[in-house]
């Protein structure tokens, strides 16, 4: 049993589900709750009994309306713990999100800006709640995100629109946000739950491993050697649980020569 502060983190038949959990600060986040969030988010990678992910904020006002303001300070954004470092902060938990080879839901509840909005850019589908709005706000606030908040962004509406969401901080309806590619579906916030719920059983009945390659290919051509990694150690993972890779083991447990001769295909 894992205990935080910030976060909500529930598993259950199959899906772990991580809220940010502070609704009096629209769900904005503090270096504790990004801390908490990678462990969360850590757990539900090595867990087999998760097949899928739901990232949501608590309450009914917001996802995630990116870092608290109240606390930032020049390092980053300080609160019960000091400051993590900006690039070590946000970065890991997108980092996670894209890399965990599973499906990541964002349960989109309610507002979702600047850091939040990058979260729920990140993950592999969006299911937004009709009362949501999406946007970013880095610009108005001294801030910006120069990596998966701008790249992923761009590759979901495109180069002018990606642009015209940062350099203007406009706020987006819901409805807005799934004509633009930004999320994959809407439902009135009372079908919130039951929808992802159907999203999320849908997945769990295909094949993990279809499904975690196919997560990695996605990122492979933009990720450079990175998702280069990815792609090929999804692919090492599998070869480790066949014979001809016990073969290599095996041989140099009991001291003797591998014999690969019946593996040549
Ligand atoms: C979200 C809003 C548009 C809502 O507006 P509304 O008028 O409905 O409500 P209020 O403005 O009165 O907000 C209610 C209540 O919540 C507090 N609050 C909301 N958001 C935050 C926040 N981010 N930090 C702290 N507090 C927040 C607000 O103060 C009110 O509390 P009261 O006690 O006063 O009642 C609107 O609230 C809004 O625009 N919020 C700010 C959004 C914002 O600027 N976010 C930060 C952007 S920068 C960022 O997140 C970020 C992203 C990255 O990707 C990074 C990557 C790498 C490094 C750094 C990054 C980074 O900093």
Same mark, same amino acid.
């Given at each position: 049993m894992m205990n935080f502060e910030e976060i909500i983190y529930e598993k259950k038949n199959g899906i772990a589900r991580v809220a940010i959990n502070r609704p009096q600060k629209f769900n904005a986040c503090t270096s504790l709750t990004l801390l908490e969030l990678n462990q969360a988010l850590t757990d539900a990678w090595v867990?087999? #009994?998760?097949?899928v992910v739901v990232f949501t904020g608590a309450g009914?006002?917001?996802f995630c309306t990116g870092?608290?303001? #109240?606390?930032?300070e020049a390092g980053g954004y300080a609160g019960t713990i000091a400051a993590l470092p900006v690039e070590v902060g946000w970065q890991t938990v997108s980092n996670l999100i894209r890399t965990i080879p599973k499906p990541v839901i964002a349960r989109v509840n309610g507002y979702a800006i600047g850091g939040g909005h990058v979260f729920q850019v990140v993950c592999d589908l969006s299911i937004a709640a009709e009362s949501a709005k999406l946007g970013q706000a880095g610009p108005k606030v001294g801030s910006f995100d120069p990596g998966y908040g701008t790249g992923d962004l761009v590759r979901c509406v495109g180069l002018k629109k990606a642009k015209e969401i940062w350099y203007m901080c406009r706020l987006y309806t819901a409805r807005e946000a799934l004509d633009m590619g930004l999320v994959n579906a809407v439902v009135p916030f009372e079908k919130l739950d039951e929808e992802v719920d159907k999203w999320c059983a849908e997945l769990l009945e295909k094949s993990p491993t279809a499904l975690k390659m196919l997560k990695y290919a996605f990122h492979a051509e933009t990720d450079g050697v990175a998702g280069i990694t990815h792609l090929g150690v999804g692919g090492l993972s599998m070869f480790y649980g066949t014979e001809e890779s016990m073969e290599g083991r095996n041989a140099f447990m009991e001291k003797r020569k591998p014999d690969y001769d019946k593996y040549r295909k």
């Open positions: 867990d087999n #009994s998760v097949g009914e006002k917001a870092g608290d303001q #109240s606390i930032r």
